[in-house]
């Protein structure tokens, strides 16, 4: 019986005030449109950070 072996690479990347990322970056990271990610903050899905006044 042949035995396919498949490899998972997984890249992480802390998002934060001090490590912010693109709205058009966001979009592309989830492979989805800049509509989809602003409907997931108009919702509260998604949660932009606090600007600091």
């Known amino acids: 019986m042949r035995s396919n072996n498949i490899l998972t ?22 492979g989805a449109d800049r509509d989809w990610v602003v409907r997931l903050v108009e919702v509260g899905i998604v949660e932009p950070p606090s600007v600091a006044d």
Do not use: G, M
């Open 9 to 30: 690479e997984y890249t992480v990347v802390a998002i934060s005030s001090e490590n912010p990322i693109a709205l058009s970056d966001l979009a592309h990271a989830c």
